[in-house]
């Protein structure tokens, strides 16, 4: 029988340690994390080992002692401490975590994405961009939604703020988080596979649903649904069928999580009509007091800020409909 090696279990714990110091640093998206993040790459930066030096290896004492002069003369003290590791090949000094600048209080999360399975999958997005404080109610509704056999295929674009060269945008809300777009593409084709529609009950009020693709843990009973097919120019309405249509309103569950629909009751014109599908978050904002300014600052650097459009729209207002 063979012998085998027993394991180190120094570097066994080393390891580990190690791996859950990764696993910390990579999951966390919280400010204080992100800004330990840019600290241990800004030490690797500095590390001679990791990045060579320019400085070709002193020659003799008298080649250092002549770079020390010259950058002492200089001032430069800060250069003469990083100069003098890299020559010898270790971690320069690095400024303190506080002074690598503030970090806004609230991070952007990559929020994984409904991709129900259809002829029209590809062209939903993997992942959106979601606010770190709302989605955790966000969260909550989409797995509601799951236990009923439903899918919440979203739309969120990669938000930047605009540069001091292009115009500011008339519409800021999407600029601070607070608006997330229905998929496009992924209704008003064929109201019974589809993986969402614009249905109505009767007489009721025309409203965003999603349609059960499966028996989930709270099923969802078919009832007298009709929904809205359309074409490039013109919407018509598809008439519920005999056996029904298994929906689930999306409106009451995602008002749970702080977004409601901007355009509630209002059919789509045509396939392009994109308004039925938008829902904002208006949570904290408090009429005649919330700035702008100060939803921007709770996620964007002010490095950045003061580098944008929109800049000069710090001291909007915001009037219970827009920042005015």
């Known amino acids: 029988m063979a012998k085998t090696t027993p394991a180190n279990p120094n570097a066994s714990i080393e390891g ?3 791996q859950t110091l990764l696993n910390v640093l990579t999951s966390s998206q919280s400010p ?5 993040q840019a600290f241990l790459l800004r030490r690797l930066a500095l590390e001679g080992d990791v990045v060579p ?18 950058l002492g003369t200089l001032g430069m003290t800060d250069a003469r401490s ?8 270790i971690a320069g000094p690095s400024p303190a975590l506080g002074t690598l600048g503030e970090q806004p209080p609230i991070a952007w999360l990559t929020f994984p994405n409904d991709r129900p399975i259809g002829p029209q999958q590809g062209s939903i997005a993997l992942s959106i961009q979601i606010r770190a404080d709302f989605a955790p109610s966000l969260q909550t509704a989409i797995q509601a939604l799951h236990d009923q056999g439903c899918a919440l295929p979203l739309f969120s674009p990669l938000q930047v703020l605009p540069p001091s060269t292009a115009a500011a945008p008339t519409d800021l809300l999407p600029l601070i988080g607070r608006t997330i777009w229905l998929a496009p593409g992924q209704a008003l ?22 349609r059960a693709a499966s028996v989930g843990p709270i099923p969802v009973a078919p009832q007298a649904w009709s929904a809205q097919t359309c074409t490039a120019s013109a919407c018509t ?22 977004f409601v629909q901007t355009a509630p009751g209002v059919p789509p014109a045509n396939a392009l009509d994109y308004t039925w599908s938008r ?3 208006l949570t904290g904002l408090v009429p005649n007091v919330t700035t702008f300014g100060a939803e921007l600052a709770l996620l964007w650097p002010q490095a950045v800020i003061a580098t944008s459009s929109v800049v000069n729209l710090l001291g909007r207002v915001w009037n219970g409909t827009t920042f005015a």
Request: charged share 10%; net charge negative.
């Open 82 to 89: 990083q100069m003098l590791a890299s020559a010898l090949g």
């Open 16 to 18: 580990q340690a190690l």
């Open 32 to 36: 204080d994390m992100q800004q330990a």
């Open 237 to 258: 309405v598809s008439p519920p069928p005999a056996a029904g249509r298994a929906y689930a309103p999306l409106s009451p569950v995602l008002a749970n999580a702080g």
């Open 279 to 281: 829902f904002d978050n």
């Open 189 to 210: 084709v064929n109201p019974d596979t589809d993986a969402l529609a614009v249905a109505q009950l009767a007489a009721g009020t025309w409203q965003p649903v999603s």
């Open 53 to 70: 030096s320019r400085l070709p290896a002193p020659l003799n004492i008298s080649e250092m002692g002549g770079y020390i002069n010259l």
